[in-house]
């Protein structure tokens, strides 16, 4: 759905039903269709956006990634009713960049994300050509959305998370991408473009080629990198996205693979996510001597640019991501069947009410964010972040360049600024992206004045 030129864009949200396996019909949600949503193509300056709400609850839609003011971020103090139409212009004022929108209602983004609500945002400037990048949509300019699904023994989706999957993060053991599965991209002899969103709820992938060629990587959350960077490898944990270039001209064929990343609290004993299971296939790609691909060769310069905030006099925020599991297990097993939150940020569980914070516009802060019990994709609404330490060293390759959301495996260090206004009754949310986490109370919301 491409608003550069209309500047306007109509969503609708209902429910319908998906063949994720042919013969077996699922329950599931999407805007402007039965499953996800239409990638919107959003230019710079302002576009007006109306959400039409046909499901048979409460919805939002926030913005994941885009720097605007508190009242048009989507986030829970946003709700859009059953039979309602949310109309807003939204000003995007940053570079282009690969951004997202999911409903956001405290304590249903979990089920209702897994359920479709979600899709792709890419702030464009126009340039892409220009800078040398492949721009045939669906040709050598692939978006895909990569997620992971449980489904019963007759084919359909199921999401039932039990007392260990509230806690650790719901995992499917089917991946999907684009809500497909098991399907193969078929590209030109030339360079690719990939854009990647993980909108799992809680998988974590770490990914490369099965045949190891270098991963390119253009374009992390907040927008383009200065020049392509050769990585082998690259992780992307809930929420997070990233652009890639990979190099077919070769004419092969070769299988996009994921590390089964472990994300268990004492060591991945009984609670594990099935730690040590081995790597496991994302997406299939063969080449196609018959479509011309354009680009046959890695930009030089893709204009993106980084100047490091002055953090010097930042005053200073830590932030710890908390398992609320009061007497061990067990206190985490009442929480839940009590339906206390089992998840909170500093000791203490979301609350719509109360206000963590004060930011103010145009100050720098740095937060230092801990997760001392397992990894957490930690986001913020409002702003591009700069990762500046992790553990204490310099920020793995994949996080040099502007972020919003960064997983924490031990501590992250990161520099934020606001520079759009956030009223009390507008606050922004700082979270966990394991939707369980969120839902769980692993949120917190601040105000900028
Ligand atoms: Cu992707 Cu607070 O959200
Ligand atoms: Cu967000
Ligand atoms: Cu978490």
Redesign the pocket.
């Known amino acids: 759905m491409d608003a550069t030129g209309s500047r306007r864009v109509a969503l609708v949200a209902a429910r319908g039903e998906t063949e994720f396996v042919a013969g077996a019909a699922s329950r599931t949600a999407g805007f402007n269709g039965s499953y996800l949503g239409p990638i919107l193509r959003l230019p710079q300056g302002e576009t007006e956006i109306s959400v039409r709400n046909e499901m048979d609850e409460t919805i939002s839609s926030?913005?994941?990634?885009l720097v605007i003011p508190g009242e048009v971020d989507g986030g829970p103090h946003q709700p859009v009713a059953p039979g309602d139409t949310w109309t807003i212009a939204l000003p995007v004022d940053q570079p282009a960049a690969p951004a997202w929108f999911h409903t956001h209602m405290h304590g249903r983004t979990a089920p209702l994300v897994h359920a479709g609500l979600a899709g792709v945002i890419q702030i464009s400037d126009g340039q892409d050509a220009a800078r040398g990048l492949p721009v045939d949509h669906g040709v050598d300019d692939l978006t895909l959305v990569l997620q992971d699904k449980r489904f019963d023994r007759s084919g359909r989706m199921v999401y039932d998370p039990a007392m260990h999957d509230t806690m650790m993060g719901f995992l499917g053991d089917v991946i999907t991408v684009n809500g497909q599965v098991g399907s193969t991209a078929v590209v030109p002899q030339s360079i690719v473009r990939l854009r990647l969103l993980n909108a799992s709820n809680a998988r974590l992938f770490d990914l490369s080629f099965a045949s190891g060629r270098p991963l390119h990587l253009i374009a992390t959350d907040g927008g383009f990198l200065p020049a392509p960077v050769s990585v082998d490898r690259i992780s992307l944990a809930p929420g997070e996205r990233a652009e890639l270039l990979v190099d077919f001209t070769a004419a092969q064929g070769d299988r996009l693979v994921s590390r089964d990343v472990a994300n268990s609290m004492m060591g991945g004993g009984m609670m594990g996510n099935r730690a040590g299971a081995g790597p496991f296939d994302v997406l299939a790609f063969a080449t196609d001597s018959g479509v011309q691909g354009r680009i046959d060769h890695l930009p030089e310069d893709l204009g993106g640019s980084r100047p490091r905030l002055d953090g010097s006099n930042a005053p200073r925020r830590q932030i710890s991501l908390d398992m609320m599991m009061g007497g061990g297990m067990m206190g985490g097993m009442m929480r839940r069947l009590t339906g206390a939150s089992t998840h909170g940020i500093n000791g203490r569980s979301f609350d719509m009410e109360r206000i963590d914070f004060e930011a103010k516009t145009g100050q720098v802060e740095r937060w230092q964010i801990t997760a001392p019990m397992m990894k957490h994709p930690f986001?913020v609404?409002g702003t591009r972040f700069q990762v500046i330490a992790e553990n204490g060293g310099a920020p793995k390759v994949q996080n040099r360049g502007w972020k919003?959301t960064v997983l924490v495996d031990g501590s992250v260090d990161i520099l934020v600024r606001f520079d759009r206004t956030a009223p009390r009754n507008a606050p922004y949310?700082y979270h966990c992206h394991i939707l369980e986490h969120e839902d769980g109370g692993m949120m917190g919301q601040f105000t900028v004045a």
């Open positions: 926030h913005w994941h990634g986001h609404h919003d949310m």
